[in-house]
């Protein structure tokens, strides 16, 4: 599957923005699916997952309450809504999916998705 970051941008501190992430070549629905974000210096880290078994949801602690994450199947696309922005929320920000693990947000798995977009940058500042 082939995937289409799209989005990002500046907004200021308590803002909102929404990702897109378009998938071709593919169903999302057949997938894990998940945002990743990298901030320059540091590890890629997950985001927000959807499981591919059961459609359950992994947020991680510092988004939580802030971000949502869904999935559009007749689009075909995955969204990140992210609301309340924060300074520390800066960074690039890929869509992943991968048919071959139950959930992508597990720290094991991240060397080992095989599908990326290609990153969008947000960046909240005043």
């Known amino acids: 599957v082939q995937l289409q970051a799209s989005g990002g941008g500046l907004v200021r501190p308590g803002g909102s923005l929404r990702l897109s992430c378009a998938a071709s070549?593919?169903?999302?629905?057949?997938?894990?699916v998940g945002w990743f974000r990298r901030v320059p210096g540091k590890e890629r880290e997950a985001v927000t997952c959807i499981a591919k078994s059961d459609g359950s949801k992994y947020v991680v602690d510092a988004v939580k309450g802030r971000f949502i994450i869904s999935r559009d199947n007749a689009k075909n696309t995955l969204y990140l809504q992210m609301n309340s922005l924060k300074p520390e929320d800066t960074a690039v920000y890929y869509c992943?999916?991968?048919?071959?693990?139950?959930?992508?947000?597990?720290?094991?798995?991240?060397?080992?998705?095989?599908?990326w977009g290609q990153g969008t940058l947000v960046t909240v500042s005043s």
């Open positions: 070549g593919g169903t999302l629905d057949d997938y894990a």
């Open positions: 992943a999916a991968d048919s071959q693990f139950a959930d992508i947000c597990w720290d094991a798995v991240l060397d080992h998705i095989t599908n």
